[in-house]
């Protein structure tokens, strides 16, 4: 389990980063970070970093399928890790 944990802490950190450096070269007018590139680390475990980078930054906030995908998955991922706790020390 704390590989688990592990990798999550990780992989939200790296959304939380890919957001922040989107919107700092969306501001500078630079090469941005593909959206698929964002979901990925979204759905590869990122929900609550790259929500919580959505807010933080307010980047990406005007895209409905970021407001309501990002939360959503961070949800779905959630309740799969408890899920996951619940099955493994229960």
Do not use: S
């Amino acid at each position: 389990m704390k590989w688990i944990l592990l990798y999550l802490i990780i992989i939200n950190l790296i959304a939380y980063g890919a957001m922040g450096i989107d919107k700092r070269r969306a501001v500078k007018n630079k090469r941005r970070i593909p959206e698929k590139t964002l979901f990925m680390f979204v759905l590869l475990g990122g929900g609550i970093g790259g929500t919580a980078a959505m807010y933080v930054f307010r980047h990406k906030t005007k895209h409905w399928y970021f407001v309501i995908g990002f939360p959503f998955i961070a949800l779905v991922e959630l309740v799969g890790l408890m899920l996951l706790y619940y099955y493994i020390f229960m």
